[in-house]
């Protein structure tokens, strides 16, 4: 399988040129190879994902080709999801405190997604660095610009404050280097982000499996010939006198020899090892149980532990980062388990986000990638759906599909279940869907200890957790309530514990159901059968 670049090379070449690779970061999309390769990245490397050998980076053969990651570059793991690196891109860039820039790009086709709406929204809401670099070839494969977008993307999104919008002829030297030069200018001085609209041609076919024939006019392939950036750049390098003829074809030359050199090197790689498929699903991690509980005090609410859960890791660890809807006081969430902490960390440790699942989840992975550990909130788990894309399609394969290079620890805390009247949307459990999602931890504590204590194993655990919290039992105090374990108390993730012992039956279950587990397994006992 291959997507050419060709068409898209001039806007690639001169955004590394003119942003700082290693400094800055970028989440470019498939069809910038030469923005890759300008950074710095091995050509042998970029040949080897290509062929599926165990290449260094760029998953190490577990993707398609063209999906760019490396982290000595600060090239985030990518997805073949369009449009889904944008979110991901205001993550990385909320978790910046230099003068560094995020750069994200996507064809055109993708600006059609909800995400990139969303991306720009909070982007501009925080003034964000964050580079939208459009390619605009006018095809999103055969689907034409008017089928795609009302009226021009510069038009349709320039009402975002703070937004900076720009439009390039990406064919154009002298025209895509002054709009870099404007672009990083404001985006250094932290102004806001920059949405640059290059057009550029798509020389050639979508990928091998397509045919352009199909819906393109020969007039319009021979027009988008002309607009080929590589001759239309020889040709300005000899009018302008800066290289003759034949230093133009010894460059050449050379460049061809090399290309040959490293692609022939790469066919030397190993093909990944068949017993590595299952080893980067989960980021190994030991935590070893202990559990003491506060002596002279009250038992605690579930509501209770998880707050103070949270304030007890976020005073050790300042990368912890809390956010959702309605999390930051006065308010603390509408089940008031983020209560006291914005008021504690300041609204940077502790912020709302928009009412936009995918952007809670999107920013969440963003900044996970970058060393902060986000502990967002999701309000209800029946809202979860708006944010599926993000969880399962992206943050649960990102260890496994940049074969380790990036891990996410990610903690999505979500009221989940049934029991107070809420009707079929503030009562849906959502565990068994999730928990077939391979590289998602799943925890459903079923009282007050467990909660404290999961949670804090979840805070430390490398890879995404989603933490379901049972809003029936947040009060509950008959069974729920415990001893509040101390501040460094902790259990592991995945260990059963035996609640009640019994001899007849097992019942294994989690969250309120144990609850009620152990009131039948006592009315059972009067009975003379014996539960566990
Ligand atoms: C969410 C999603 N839907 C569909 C696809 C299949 N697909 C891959 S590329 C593509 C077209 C993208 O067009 P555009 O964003 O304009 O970029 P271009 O390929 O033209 O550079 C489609 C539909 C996908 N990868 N992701």
Request: aromatic fraction near 0%; proline fraction near 5%; charged fraction near 35%.
């Given at each position: 399988f291959f997507l050419s670049h060709s068409g898209h090379e001039l806007i690639g070449i001169l955004s590394a040129f003119h942003l700082k690779p290693k400094k800055d970061y970028f989440l470019p999309y498939y069809r910038d190879r030469a923005l890759v390769i300008a950074l710095g990245s091995d050509l042998k490397d970029i040949f080897a994902a290509f062929l599926a050998r165990?290449?260094?980076?760029?998953s190490s053969g577990r993707m398609m080709p063209d999906h760019f990651c490396d982290n000595t570059l600060n090239i985030p793991c990518q997805s073949s999801c369009v449009g889904s690196q944008f979110l991901q891109a205001v993550g990385v860039a909320k978790a910046l405190e230099n003068d560094e820039i995020v750069y994200v790009s996507s064809g055109d086709g993708a600006t059609s997604q909800g995400d990139f709406h969303e991306a720009l929204n909070f982007s501009s809401i925080y003034k964000l660095p964050v580079l939208f670099s459009i390619q605009d070839n006018e095809y999103a494969i055969s689907t034409t610009k008017k089928e795609q977008t009302a009226g021009s993307i510069e038009n349709v999104f320039k009402g975002y404050e703070n937004l900076k919008v720009i439009s390039v002829d990406g064919s154009n030297y002298l025209d895509t280097s002054n709009a870099l030069i404007e672009a990083v200018k404001y985006l250094r001085a932290k102004k806001g982000p920059v949405l640059m609209v290059s057009k550029v041609p798509r020389l050639?076919?979508?990928?091998?499996?397509?045919?352009?024939k199909k819906y393109k006019t020969e007039e319009i392939i021979q027009k988008e010939l002309k607009k080929d950036p590589i001759p239309l750049f020889e040709k300005f390098l000899l009018d302008e006198k800066i290289l003759s003829q034949n230093e133009i074809d010894t460059i050449k030359k050379e460049s061809f020899e090399f290309v040959e050199n490293e692609a022939e090197k790469a066919e030397k790689v190993d093909f990944p090892k068949v017993e590595s498929v299952d080893k980067k699903l989960f980021k190994p991690i030991e935590i070893i149980e202990k559990i003491d509980f506060i002596k002279d005090q009250e038992p605690i609410t579930i509501m209770d532990a998880l707050n103070h859960a949270l304030k007890e890791e976020m005073e050790d660890n300042s990368n912890i980062l809390v956010f959702g809807q309605?999390?930051?006081?006065?308010?603390?969430g509408v089940f008031g388990i983020t209560r006291g902490l914005s008021d504690k960390f300041s609204k940077k440790r502790c912020f709302n986000t928009p009412l936009a699942e995918s952007t809670i989840i999107g920013l969440a992975i963003g900044l996970s990638m970058t060393g902060k550990i986000p502990v967002c909130e999701i309000q209800f788990s029946d809202y979860i759906w708006t944010g599926m894309n993000q969880l399962v399609n992206e943050l649960a394969s990102i260890y496994y599909r940049s074969n380790g290079e990036y891990n996410c620890p990610v903690v999505i805390r979500i009221p989940t279940g049934g029991y107070i009247q809420g009707g079929p949307y503030h009562s849906q459990s959502i565990e068994a869907f999730l928990a077939h999602v391979p590289g998602l931890k799943i925890v459903a504590p079923s009282n007050a200890k467990d909660a404290k204590m999961l949670l804090k194993a979840s805070i430390k655990d490398p890879n995404p957790v989603v933490f379901l919290e049972h809003k029936a039992i947040y009060r509950q105090r008959n069974f729920a309530a415990t001893l509040e374990p101390t501040k460094d108390s902790i259990i592991p993730l995945g260990k059963a514990n035996v609640v009640h012992e019994g001899e007849d039956v097992t019942i294994v279950c989690y969250s309120m159901m144990v609850m009620y587990a152990v009131e039948i397994a006592r009315k059972l006992k009067k009975e003379g059968i014996s539960v566990e």
């Open positions: 165990d290449s260094i980076h760029h050639g076919a979508h990928s091998i499996s397509d045919d352009p309605d999390v930051a006081d006065k308010k603390g």
